[in-house]
């Protein structure tokens, strides 16, 4: 359990929830310095006290640069896991160098087993998903998407490609492979038998009038068609965008 704060230091960890709560980032030292008109070095003894005692988790290496986890909701202590970053992102939402290990971070994720979690690092912005270079992406290969979702799709029979789309909406059921024919709304599940094994219907992430004939090529060369897809072909399900400040 985290041990007992000392009044200044509940203050720096109330200025590390509100500043994180509002930017989804953390702040850079020199900004929680400048907050309570101290030194860096000062700072970061406040935060390595915070640190010891429970409350967070800070650290630098040269994937992620400088970070800060919170531990603690609540007054509750949370799980602190290491996502391991396997892959990265370009412009049209392609995994490139996946799978292959390029760092890992720090992260609380509930509710899903930790050898499941994965992260993806954006190598090039994707505006249409207001996606950033630097961002990761935490997943989960064990998650069944829904509508809305992002999710990991292939697109190549071989195995060898893979692209985040969003999941738009649900077939009927498993023989349903026509996005014409399909419903456009997710249906409720006491409405339908789940184990009538539901295709997704999907669209590439990057998916605009610009990259739609890219999308076309691409597919018709690897054979892949743009059909709703079965639950088994999904690599990996989005959990959260974590967009973070390095210095």
Known sequence: ??????????????????????????????????????????AHKALLALHNKGFIYF????????????????????????VA??????????????????????????????EDIFALALDEDIPEANLLFGDWLICDRSKRPQP????????????????????????????????????????PEDLLDTSLGQRFNWAPLAHNNETEEYFENELEKEGWPARAIPPELVMGTVLRLTRHLAF
């Open 59 to 82: 650290a630098r290496d040269s994937i992620s640069g400088f970070f800060i986890r919170l531990i603690e909701r609540a007054g509750t202590a949370e799980t602190l896991i290491e």
């Open 1 to 42: 359990m985290p041990h007992a704060l000392t009044p200044r230091q509940r203050e720096y960890l109330e200025f590390l929830r509100e500043y994180i709560k509002e930017n989804e980032s953390s702040p850079r030292l020199e900004e929680i310095a400048d907050n309570f008109g101290v030194k860096p070095p000062t």
């Open 148 to 187: 809305g979702d992002i999710a990991i799709l292939p697109i190549s029979k071989e195995g060898r490609r893979f692209l985040l789309c969003r999941i738009h909406s649900l077939t009927s059921d498993k023989d349903l492979e026509s996005f014409e024919v399909s419903n456009q709304y997710p249906i």
């Open 85 to 114: 970053i396997v892959g990265k992102v370009n412009r049209y939402g392609e995994l490139v160098e996946f799978p292959e290990k390029h760092g890992h971070f720090a992260s609380v994720v509930q509710g899903a087993d930790p």
